[in-house]
């Protein structure tokens, strides 16, 4: 199995306010594998769709974390988003375009949607100990020329 | 984020800057009824030029503001969106409902 070239496991608190923190920091984060502009912009809008969704849906008393851990190789990064929160009783339908359980908050129901069409893979399922476990994966069109250790 | 907003010849022109997403949509949505609360204008023009980031949460902010003006049979236009923010319109359909001028 192939080695990252970089690794990293960060706790959030589950508030919007630091949603612009996540896309950044998984963004920044990745640039060492010199991926394009567009996949960047891909990759922080992925990010926010699965950190927004824990923030939202969750914690619905507050009071709860957000973990994300991300592996970067030299061809793609993989990104864990996840929380112990109240996770979703039926994860198929919840991806399905338009599915919403706040229609009256004005959301779209596009959450997942946009990340499967801006990710190359993309994996929702119960996190162990209860919540939500989103893993996305991009593979970048331009390999890196960086190695371990570099 | 900032909203500003002129009117001119029977339109309302709306200048979205920064990042919209979850944190900033609640403040965007009351800024964004009370200016269509105003009167003089009979459509809207959206302008994300200076939008640097959206993700679906803006979406809904939209379409909200869409079912709002729909009732005043007053049309709103989107211009100026990044590839990035009209790869997102195109999936969503939002076009459909806030077709794109430029």
């Known amino acids: 199995m192939k080695k990252p070239i970089n690794e990293m496991i960060v706790k959030l608190k589950a508030d919007s306010v630091n949603e612009r923190f996540a896309r950044a920091m998984v963004a920044s984060f990745c640039v060492q594998a010199e991926p394009s502009l567009d996949e960047i912009t891909d990759i922080k809008t992925a990010v926010s769709e699965a950190v927004t969704n824990s923030v939202v849906h969750a914690y619905p008393k507050g009071n709860g974390w957000i973990e994300i851990e991300a592996k970067l190789f030299e061809e793609k990064i993989e990104i864990t988003i996840s929380d112990t929160g109240v996770g979703i009783k039926d994860i198929s339908k919840a991806i399905e375009p338009f599915y919403t359980t706040k229609?009256?908050?004005?959301?779209?129901?596009?959450?997942?949607?946009?990340?499967?069409?801006?990710?190359?893979?993309?994996?929702?399922?119960?996190?162990?100990?209860?919540?939500?476990?989103?893993?996305?994966?991009?593979?970048?069109?331009?390999?890196?020329?960086?190695?371990?250790?570099? | 984020m900032q909203v500003k907003h002129r009117v001119y010849n029977n339109t309302l022109y709306v200048l979205l800057s920064g990042e919209l997403d979850e944190h900033t949509a609640t403040t965007t949505r009351i800024t964004l009824d009370e200016m269509f609360e105003g009167k003089g204008f009979r459509q809207i023009i959206v302008d994300l030029s200076e939008l640097e980031f959206m993700d679906s949460t803006g979406i809904g902010v939209l379409i909200g503001?869409?079912?709002?003006?729909?009732?005043?049979?007053?049309?709103?236009?989107?211009?100026?969106?990044?590839?990035?923010?009209?790869?997102?319109?195109?999936?969503?359909?939002?076009y459909e409902i806030m077709p794109k001028i430029i």
Do not use: Q, W
């Open chain 2, 65 to 94: 503001r869409y079912k709002k003006m729909k009732d005043k049979n007053i049309p709103i236009y989107i211009c100026n969106p990044s590839s990035h923010a009209e790869k997102i319109f195109k999936m969503t359909g939002l």
């Open chain 1, 103 to 150: 229609p009256l908050e004005e959301r779209s129901g596009m959450g997942f949607t946009v990340m499967e069409s801006f990710m190359d893979e993309m994996d929702v399922s119960e996190n162990v100990g209860g919540g939500l476990r989103v893993k996305l994966v991009k593979n970048f069109e331009k390999k890196s020329k960086l190695a371990v250790g570099e």
